[in-house]
């Protein structure tokens, strides 16, 4: 069994920075990749961020490039998401994804484990 646990979400000015923190738990797993996604109050899910986790590639959605960055941390199965210049439009509860197969759901791909998401919040 995989666990899924993110932390560092709350409530932020618009133009400040937040980072978002995931872990990845279980005895055997080793991720092919990780993922953020967010969903706002009455909008779909939408995909955020994602990072390969041998190459270290990386990919983002056009709306959060330039401004979030993923990587991995030293902990084993770790990864970050530092969000700056964050606007109102980025409020939402910010998911994170890991697995080693991607699925196709609907208009999204995403891995098989999802952590119980943390609410961010960026208002003045």
């Known amino acids: 069994q995989v666990q899924v646990v993110e932390s560092g979400g709350g409530l932020v000015q618009p133009g400040g920075s937040l980072r978002l923190s995931c872990a990845a738990s279980?005895?055997?797993?080793?991720?092919?990749?990780m993922r953020w996604f967010r969903q706002a109050p009455g909008k779909e899910r939408e995909f955020v961020a994602h990072?390969?986790?041998?190459?270290?590639?990386?990919s983002y959605a056009d709306s959060v490039k330039g401004r979030f960055t993923i990587s991995r941390g030293n902990a084993k199965n770790t990864v970050y998401l530092q969000m700056n210049s964050l606007k109102p439009e980025d409020t939402a509860v910010y998911y994170c994804?890991?697995?080693?197969?991607?699925?196709?759901?609907?208009?999204?791909?995403?891995?098989?484990?999802w952590g119980q998401g943390t609410q961010v919040t960026v208002s003045s």
């Open positions: 994804n890991a697995g080693n197969t991607l699925r196709r759901v609907g208009d999204l791909e995403e891995y098989d484990y």
């Open positions: 279980g005895r055997t797993f080793s991720p092919y990749g």
């Open positions: 990072i390969h986790w041998i190459s270290r590639s990386t």
